[in-house]
Nanobody, 128 residues
């Protein structure tokens, strides 16, 4: 069983940056596309970014791609999200997600919610 553990959340002022990380534990044999979602109370979970198992393909929410960068260490099955120029509306619980893929499947993690594995989330709070 694969577990995803997020870290790096915290409190930051508007305009600042944070770097979120997601590491895997457990049985991690295989190829994993990974990505990030976020959710605020009272709102639906929102796709942020996805990346292929090799790190060669990425996919972003249109509204975030200018400020957020996803990257992946394929050797460690870990993913990071660099968030720059943060805004108060970026305040949310950020979740890591992952799908087990075949070697030839180079698609990034998709924006739907049907993923094999989810983390518990890390809270990002952006003050104005």
């Amino acid at each position: 069983q694969v577990q995803l553990v997020e870290s790096g959340g915290g409190l930051v002022q508007a305009g600042g940056s944070l770097r979120l990380s997601c590491a895997t534990t457990g049985r991690t044999v295989g190829y994993y596309a990974m990505g990030w979602f976020r959710q605020t109370p009272g709102k639906e979970r929102e796709f942020v970014a996805g990346i292929s198992w090799s790190g060669g393909s990425t996919y972003y929410a249109d509204s975030l791609k200018e400020r957020f960068t996803i990257s992946k260490d394929s050797a460690k099955i870990a993913v990071t999200l660099q968030m720059n120029n943060l805004k108060p509306e970026d305040t949310a619980l950020y979740y890591c997600a992952a799908d087990l893929r075949d070697l030839m499947d180079t698609r990034p993690l998709s924006s739907d919610f049907r993923h094999h594995y989810w983390g518990q989330g890390t809270l990002v709070t952006v003050s104005s």
